[in-house]
Protein backbone atom coordinates (compact mmCIF):
# COMPACT_ATOMS: atom_id res chain seq x y z
CA UNK A 1 0.00 0.00 0.00
CA UNK A 2 1.51 3.24 -1.11
CA UNK A 3 -0.36 6.63 -0.27
CA UNK A 4 0.79 9.79 -1.50
CA UNK A 5 -0.33 13.88 -0.11
CA UNK A 6 0.04 16.45 -2.63
CA UNK A 7 -1.19 19.82 -1.72
CA UNK A 8 -3.86 22.52 -3.78
CA UNK A 9 -2.54 25.97 -4.55
CA UNK A 10 -3.88 29.49 -4.60
CA UNK A 11 -1.94 31.58 -7.34
CA UNK A 12 -1.88 35.30 -6.68
CA UNK A 13 -0.16 36.81 -9.40
CA UNK A 14 0.36 35.91 -13.36
CA UNK A 15 -2.13 33.65 -14.03
CA UNK A 16 -2.09 33.20 -18.61
CA UNK A 17 1.35 34.01 -18.73
CA UNK A 18 2.27 30.36 -18.10
CA UNK A 19 0.35 29.67 -21.67
CA UNK A 20 3.03 28.14 -23.91
CA UNK A 21 1.67 30.23 -26.19
CA UNK A 22 2.37 33.33 -24.24
CA UNK A 23 5.46 32.67 -22.69
CA UNK A 24 7.42 30.90 -25.53
CA UNK A 25 7.42 34.69 -27.25
CA UNK A 26 7.54 37.05 -24.55
CA UNK A 27 8.41 34.94 -21.53
CA UNK A 28 6.00 34.82 -18.12
CA UNK A 29 5.64 34.35 -14.20
CA UNK A 30 4.01 33.26 -11.46
CA UNK A 31 3.34 34.26 -7.78
CA UNK A 32 1.50 31.43 -6.11
CA UNK A 33 1.54 29.43 -2.84
CA UNK A 34 0.15 25.76 -2.02
CA UNK A 35 -1.95 25.49 1.10
CA UNK A 36 -2.87 22.82 3.77
CA UNK A 37 -5.39 21.35 1.83
CA UNK A 38 -4.38 18.16 0.18
CA UNK A 39 -5.75 15.38 -2.69
CA UNK A 40 -4.56 12.06 -1.49
CA UNK A 41 -4.13 9.05 -4.18
CA UNK A 42 -3.77 5.36 -2.74
CA UNK A 43 -2.26 2.11 -4.62
CA UNK A 44 -2.98 -1.56 -3.58
CA UNK A 45 -1.42 -3.98 -5.10
CA UNK A 46 -4.08 -6.61 -6.72
CA UNK A 47 -3.75 -10.47 -6.09
CA UNK A 48 -4.52 -13.08 -8.55
CA UNK A 49 -7.76 -13.68 -6.76
CA UNK A 50 -9.67 -10.82 -8.89
CA UNK A 51 -11.70 -10.98 -12.25
CA UNK A 52 -9.92 -7.30 -12.77
CA UNK A 53 -6.61 -6.52 -12.97
CA UNK A 54 -6.93 -2.86 -12.39
CA UNK A 55 -9.70 -1.35 -10.17
CA UNK A 56 -9.86 2.71 -10.07
CA UNK A 57 -11.89 4.49 -7.34
CA UNK A 58 -12.71 8.05 -8.01
CA UNK A 59 -16.24 9.73 -7.77
CA UNK A 60 -16.81 6.40 -9.86
CA UNK A 61 -15.64 2.91 -10.13
CA UNK A 62 -13.76 1.41 -12.49
CA UNK A 63 -13.25 -1.92 -13.30
CA UNK A 64 -10.91 -2.98 -16.20
CA UNK A 65 -8.57 -5.42 -17.62
CA UNK A 66 -5.83 -3.03 -18.93
CA UNK A 67 -5.31 0.24 -18.33
CA UNK A 68 -6.39 1.37 -22.25
CA UNK A 69 -9.96 0.51 -21.13
CA UNK A 70 -9.53 2.93 -18.16
CA UNK A 71 -12.16 6.24 -19.13
CA UNK A 72 -10.85 8.35 -16.62
CA UNK A 73 -8.00 10.20 -18.60
CA UNK A 74 -5.42 11.18 -16.10
CA UNK A 75 -5.04 7.68 -14.80
CA UNK A 76 -5.27 6.07 -18.41
CA UNK A 77 -2.07 8.72 -19.37
CA UNK A 78 -0.27 8.18 -16.45
CA UNK A 79 -0.24 4.35 -16.16
CA UNK A 80 0.12 4.22 -19.72
CA UNK A 81 3.25 6.52 -19.94
CA UNK A 82 4.76 4.84 -17.44
CA UNK A 83 3.84 1.77 -19.06
CA UNK A 84 3.06 0.16 -15.82
CA UNK A 85 1.68 -3.69 -15.88
CA UNK A 86 1.29 -4.38 -12.03
CA UNK A 87 -2.26 -5.39 -11.06
CA UNK A 88 -3.70 -2.43 -8.69
CA UNK A 89 -6.50 -0.51 -6.98
CA UNK A 90 -6.62 3.00 -6.85
CA UNK A 91 -8.29 5.06 -4.91
CA UNK A 92 -8.48 9.45 -4.48
CA UNK A 93 -10.44 11.67 -1.44
CA UNK A 94 -9.52 15.15 -1.69
CA UNK A 95 -9.97 18.30 1.36
CA UNK A 96 -11.96 19.96 -0.99
CA UNK A 97 -14.02 19.34 -4.62
CA UNK A 98 -12.61 19.57 -8.13
CA UNK A 99 -13.10 21.35 -10.82
CA UNK A 100 -13.02 24.59 -8.37
CA UNK A 101 -9.76 26.40 -9.20
CA UNK A 102 -7.74 25.34 -6.93
CA UNK A 103 -5.42 23.17 -9.32
CA UNK A 104 -6.96 19.95 -8.24
CA UNK A 105 -6.14 17.93 -11.56
CA UNK A 106 -2.30 18.71 -11.28
CA UNK A 107 -2.35 17.77 -7.80
CA UNK A 108 -4.25 14.34 -8.67
CA UNK A 109 -1.87 13.79 -11.58
CA UNK A 110 1.05 14.40 -9.51
CA UNK A 111 0.12 12.58 -6.67
CA UNK A 112 -0.76 9.80 -8.89
CA UNK A 113 2.49 9.62 -10.75
CA UNK A 114 4.68 9.68 -7.30
CA UNK A 115 2.93 6.68 -6.03
CA UNK A 116 3.51 4.84 -9.59
CA UNK A 117 7.01 6.08 -9.34
CA UNK A 118 7.31 5.15 -5.62
CA UNK A 119 5.58 1.32 -6.52
CA UNK A 120 8.20 0.92 -9.35
CA UNK A 121 10.81 1.91 -6.52
CA UNK A 122 11.88 5.21 -9.08
CA UNK A 123 13.43 7.56 -7.46
CA UNK A 124 12.04 11.16 -8.46
CA UNK A 125 12.56 14.91 -8.28
CA UNK A 126 9.75 17.41 -8.17
CA UNK A 127 10.91 18.48 -11.33
CA UNK A 128 10.22 15.40 -12.84
CA UNK A 129 7.24 14.82 -11.49
CA UNK A 130 5.72 18.64 -13.02
CA UNK A 131 7.31 18.04 -16.45
CA UNK A 132 5.53 14.39 -16.74
CA UNK A 133 2.37 15.60 -15.42
CA UNK A 134 2.28 18.35 -18.18
CA UNK A 135 3.21 15.43 -20.51
CA UNK A 136 -0.44 13.72 -19.00
CA UNK A 137 -2.43 17.17 -19.19
CA UNK A 138 -1.28 18.89 -22.17
CA UNK A 139 0.26 16.45 -24.61
CA UNK A 140 -1.58 12.97 -23.97
CA UNK A 141 -4.98 13.99 -22.47
CA UNK A 142 -4.88 16.92 -23.99
CA UNK A 143 -6.03 19.78 -21.31
CA UNK A 144 -6.02 23.39 -22.38
CA UNK A 145 -4.32 25.21 -19.42
CA UNK A 146 -1.01 26.66 -18.63
CA UNK A 147 2.27 25.25 -16.65
CA UNK A 148 2.11 26.63 -13.48
CA UNK A 149 -0.47 24.09 -11.49
CA UNK A 150 1.95 20.87 -11.86
CA UNK A 151 4.86 22.92 -10.46
CA UNK A 152 3.37 23.93 -7.51
CA UNK A 153 2.23 20.51 -6.61
CA UNK A 154 5.21 19.20 -7.26
CA UNK A 155 7.62 21.85 -5.40
CA UNK A 156 5.19 23.05 -3.18
CA UNK A 157 5.73 26.41 -0.86
CA UNK A 158 5.52 30.01 -1.34
CA UNK A 159 7.04 29.98 -4.93
CA UNK A 160 7.55 31.88 -7.77
CA UNK A 161 7.88 30.54 -11.10
CA UNK A 162 9.51 31.70 -14.32
CA UNK A 163 8.73 30.41 -17.67
CA UNK A 164 11.85 31.19 -20.56
CA UNK A 165 10.94 32.42 -24.10
CA UNK A 166 13.30 28.81 -25.02
CA UNK A 167 10.91 26.63 -22.93
CA UNK A 168 12.91 26.48 -19.32
CA UNK A 169 10.94 26.53 -16.45
CA UNK A 170 12.60 27.63 -13.20
CA UNK A 171 11.21 27.52 -9.80
CA UNK A 172 12.29 29.60 -6.85
CA UNK A 173 11.71 29.68 -3.14
CA UNK A 174 10.53 33.58 -2.28
CA UNK A 175 13.03 34.05 0.67
CA UNK A 176 10.33 35.41 3.12
CA UNK A 177 10.56 36.26 7.07
CA UNK A 178 8.02 34.02 9.13
CA UNK A 179 6.57 37.12 10.24
CA UNK A 180 5.62 38.68 6.89
CA UNK A 181 4.00 34.92 5.62
CA UNK A 182 2.55 34.86 8.89
CA UNK A 183 0.93 38.91 8.10
CA UNK A 184 -0.12 38.16 4.64
CA UNK A 185 -1.84 34.60 5.81
CA UNK A 186 -3.72 36.43 8.19
CA UNK A 187 -5.03 39.09 5.89
CA UNK A 188 -6.72 36.16 2.96
CA UNK A 189 -9.55 34.87 3.15
CA UNK A 190 -11.21 31.93 0.95
CA UNK A 191 -14.95 31.76 -0.16
CA UNK A 192 -16.69 28.94 -1.95
CA UNK A 193 -18.81 30.01 -4.32
CA UNK A 194 -20.71 26.03 -4.74
CA UNK A 195 -19.99 26.08 -8.73
CA UNK A 196 -18.05 23.30 -9.50
CA UNK A 197 -17.82 22.83 -13.66
CA UNK A 198 -14.81 22.42 -15.70
CA UNK A 199 -12.78 25.24 -17.08
CA UNK A 200 -12.26 24.25 -20.34
CA UNK A 201 -14.32 26.34 -22.04
CA UNK A 202 -12.73 29.42 -20.73
CA UNK A 203 -9.39 28.21 -20.90
CA UNK A 204 -9.93 27.55 -24.91
CA UNK A 205 -11.31 31.21 -25.59
CA UNK A 206 -8.43 32.47 -23.15
CA UNK A 207 -5.65 30.80 -25.30
CA UNK A 208 -7.47 31.86 -28.75
CA UNK A 209 -7.44 35.59 -27.55
CA UNK A 210 -3.43 35.32 -26.41
CA UNK A 211 -2.45 37.62 -29.41
CA UNK A 212 -5.06 40.44 -28.67
CA UNK A 213 -4.42 40.13 -25.11
CA UNK A 214 -0.56 40.75 -25.46
CA UNK A 215 -0.51 44.05 -23.35
CA UNK A 216 -3.34 42.70 -20.72
CA UNK A 217 -0.52 40.01 -20.06
CA UNK A 218 2.36 41.67 -20.61
CA UNK A 219 0.69 43.93 -17.31
CA UNK A 220 0.01 41.38 -15.24
CA UNK A 221 3.13 39.79 -16.02
CA UNK A 222 5.03 42.93 -14.12
CA UNK A 223 2.52 42.59 -11.37
CA UNK A 224 4.90 39.60 -10.38
CA UNK A 225 7.66 41.85 -10.25
CA UNK A 226 5.53 44.58 -8.27
CA UNK A 227 4.08 41.54 -5.89
CA UNK A 228 7.59 40.19 -5.06
CA UNK A 229 9.30 43.54 -4.38
CA UNK A 230 5.89 44.36 -1.75
CA UNK A 231 6.11 40.52 0.15
CA UNK A 232 10.10 41.26 0.05
CA UNK A 233 10.68 44.82 1.27
CA UNK A 234 9.29 46.96 4.02
CA UNK A 235 5.93 48.04 1.93
CA UNK A 236 2.67 47.65 4.13
CA UNK A 237 0.88 44.47 2.71
CA UNK A 238 -2.26 46.48 1.84
CA UNK A 239 -0.09 47.21 -1.23
CA UNK A 240 -0.25 43.42 -2.08
CA UNK A 241 -4.06 43.69 -1.88
CA UNK A 242 -4.12 46.59 -4.15
CA UNK A 243 -2.08 44.94 -6.27
CA UNK A 244 -4.59 41.94 -6.19
CA UNK A 245 -7.56 44.15 -7.03
CA UNK A 246 -5.90 45.58 -10.11
CA UNK A 247 -4.84 42.02 -11.36
CA UNK A 248 -8.80 40.99 -11.14
CA UNK A 249 -9.50 43.22 -13.46
CA UNK A 250 -7.12 42.78 -16.20
CA UNK A 251 -7.89 39.13 -15.81
CA UNK A 252 -12.13 39.51 -16.16
CA UNK A 253 -10.82 41.07 -19.66
CA UNK A 254 -9.06 37.99 -21.16
CA UNK A 255 -11.78 35.86 -21.66
CA UNK A 256 -15.99 36.17 -21.21
CA UNK A 257 -16.93 33.64 -18.27
CA UNK A 258 -14.27 34.46 -16.21
CA UNK A 259 -16.53 36.35 -13.83
CA UNK A 260 -20.40 36.23 -13.77
CA UNK A 261 -22.92 38.11 -11.78
CA UNK A 262 -22.48 35.94 -8.68
CA UNK A 263 -18.85 36.43 -8.54
CA UNK A 264 -19.30 40.04 -9.27
CA UNK A 265 -21.59 40.53 -6.77
CA UNK A 266 -19.98 38.95 -4.11
CA UNK A 267 -16.57 40.50 -4.73
CA UNK A 268 -18.50 43.66 -4.55
CA UNK A 269 -20.00 42.50 -1.18
CA UNK A 270 -16.49 42.21 -0.16
CA UNK A 271 -14.88 45.28 -1.28
CA UNK A 272 -18.10 47.16 0.62
CA UNK A 273 -16.85 45.18 3.42
CA UNK A 274 -13.18 46.60 3.43
CA UNK A 275 -11.21 44.27 1.41
CA UNK A 276 -8.62 45.76 -0.63
CA UNK A 277 -8.70 42.94 -3.03
CA UNK A 278 -8.83 39.78 -4.39
CA UNK A 279 -9.59 37.43 -7.37
CA UNK A 280 -11.53 33.98 -8.59
CA UNK A 281 -8.80 31.25 -8.03
CA UNK A 282 -8.38 28.99 -11.39
CA UNK A 283 -9.52 29.78 -14.69
CA UNK A 284 -12.39 31.58 -13.42
CA UNK A 285 -16.66 31.16 -13.82
CA UNK A 286 -16.52 28.89 -10.37
CA UNK A 287 -14.60 27.82 -7.00
CA UNK A 288 -13.05 29.74 -4.77
CA UNK A 289 -13.18 33.39 -4.15
CA UNK A 290 -10.25 34.77 -2.44
CA UNK A 291 -10.10 38.06 -0.51
CA UNK A 292 -7.49 40.12 0.90
CA UNK A 293 -8.68 42.43 4.13
CA UNK A 294 -6.86 43.68 7.20
CA UNK A 295 -7.98 41.24 10.24
CA UNK A 296 -10.25 43.74 11.91
CA UNK A 297 -12.73 44.20 8.21
CA UNK A 298 -12.95 40.29 8.35
CA UNK A 299 -15.80 39.44 10.74
CA UNK A 300 -17.77 42.10 8.46
CA UNK A 301 -16.58 40.15 4.94
CA UNK A 302 -18.13 37.38 6.90
CA UNK A 303 -21.61 38.68 7.39
CA UNK A 304 -21.52 39.91 3.77
CA UNK A 305 -20.81 36.80 2.51
CA UNK A 306 -23.17 34.56 4.83
CA UNK A 307 -24.27 32.63 1.94
CA UNK A 308 -21.19 31.31 0.59
CA UNK A 309 -18.78 28.73 2.66
CA UNK A 310 -15.32 30.12 4.33
CA UNK A 311 -12.34 27.85 3.59
CA UNK A 312 -10.06 27.47 6.97
CA UNK A 313 -6.60 27.22 5.28
CA UNK A 314 -2.91 28.06 6.29
CA UNK A 315 0.40 27.71 3.96
CA UNK A 316 1.48 24.95 2.93
CA UNK A 317 5.41 24.80 2.60
CA UNK A 318 5.83 21.05 0.98
CA UNK A 319 4.69 19.62 -2.12
CA UNK A 320 3.60 15.89 -3.37
CA UNK A 321 5.09 13.44 -1.10
CA UNK A 322 4.59 9.78 0.38
CA UNK A 323 2.92 9.63 3.57
CA UNK A 324 2.69 5.61 3.63
CA UNK A 325 4.27 3.17 2.48
CA UNK A 326 4.11 -0.89 3.23
CA UNK A 327 5.52 -3.69 1.25
CA UNK A 328 2.61 -6.34 0.70
Not at 162 to 188: K, M, N, S
Not at 218 to 230: G, K, P, R, T
Not at 259 to 285: P, V
Request: aromatic letters at 8%; a negative charge; glycine letters at 10%.
Amino acid sequence: MIISQTPFRISFFGGGTDFPDYYREHGGAVILTTIDKYCYISIHGLGPFFKYRIKANYSRTEAVDHARDIQHPLIRESLMMLDCTKSLEIGHIADLPGRTGIGSSSSFTVGLLHALHHLHGDPVSPEDLAREAITVERERVKDTGGHQDQYAAAYGGFIRVDFRTDGRITVRQLPLPAHRLTELQDRLMIFYTGVEQSAETILTEQKSKIGQNIAQLQEMYSMVDQAENILSGETPLSAFGDLLHQSWMRKKSLASGISNTTIDDAYAKARDAGARGGKLLGAGGRGFLLVYAEPDCHSGIRSKLGDLVEVDFKFSPEGSKIIFARDE
